[in-house]
């Protein structure tokens, strides 16, 4: 085994702790990759916060990162040793299944294997996050980083970016398309770019009026707020398309009644039961959907588009051992818009540990 370092959190506890970790032994097809920057997503926190044993415990978080391969399994011809890598949240899949098939690995029938809290197919270990020094990967579930592309502000591409292209490049999303972004956080504000980027006449809505200046930064042409019933019945029927991040359970109608006929609904932020009025889908005979994640090809074609474009995240970046103070920002929603942790701090946790 390798050993290494990263932030963990154990038994009933929701603060994570400095901790000797091990990796597996490189694969033929394995890279070994020097974890640089990780981006904490709100799937972080759900995992992090759940302590009925679901989330599963020791849990190392991280599934959006960016860092350098330092080496490769003998099988590896896609990358050598110094490339710069990126990584998401899905490390393995069955490949044979249709939807893996299809380059749809996220929707694996045999469940695609997670970048932590997962089951490694060979071995049946649990998989540790990225928050953490060195990461080991099969090398079809590693990504080479554009050129030109900040890794700390790339990072959370690989969740949050990629969660959002998908349902963008299902619908057709490109010049002249009226899109609307519900929710201006960590998803929301890369739905902004990616659309704005795709040619989409892209608007946001949010509750409160003083995203008005960032929507405007992020390309956006407007800003509806939701909170002003004026405002939201003078946008009816206007969108072909709504993306909605928002992460806290709420009402779709006000939402469906934006969308445009035979226009669609994603609904991304939020995981659980919805409760639908019919009546909001029959009048325009609008659709619901949903996506979360994505497979290898739309990985890559998100990442080309992203380096073609200059596409990164906003973020804020804090050496890792400011970890505990993230999550706590990001349970207040406290973050534009997205956290990125720099991992170099651990090499000297490791050398004072060994001295
Ligand atoms: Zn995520
Ligand atoms: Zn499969």
Partial sequence: MRSTVGWQVEGSSSTLRRTPLERRDLRPDDLAVRVDYCGVC???????????????????????????????????TRFTVGDPVAVGNIVDSCGECAMCRAGQENFCHAFPTLTYGGTDRRDGSTTLGGYSREYVVRDRFAYRLPAGLDPAAAAPLLCAGITVWEPLHALGVGPGTRVAVAGLGGLGHLAVKIAVALGADTSVISRSPDKADDARRLGAHGLIVSADPEQMAGARNRFDVVIDTISAPHDLGPYLRLVALDGTLSHLGHLGPVT????????????????????????????????????????????????????????????????????????????????
């Fill in 42 to 76: 709100h799937s972080d926190l759900h995992a992090i916060d759940v302590r009925d044993g679901e989330g599963g415990r020791p849990l190392v978080p991280g599934h959006e990162f960016t860092g350098v391969v330092t080496e490769t399994g003998p099988a590896v």
């Fill in 276 to 355: 639908v009025e019919t009546t909001d889908l029959l009048v325009g005979r609008k659709k619901l959907s949903s996506a979360g994640s994505g497979g290898t090809p739309a990985t890559i074609a998100m990442l080309d588009f992203c380096g073609e474009h200059g596409i990164t995240a906003d973020i804020e970046l804090l050496p890792s051992a400011r970890v505990n103070e993230a999550l706590d920002r990001l349970r207040r929603n406290d973050v534009r818009y997205r956290f990125v942790l720099d991992l170099s701090d651990l090499d000297l946790a490791a050398s004072v540990r060994a001295s």
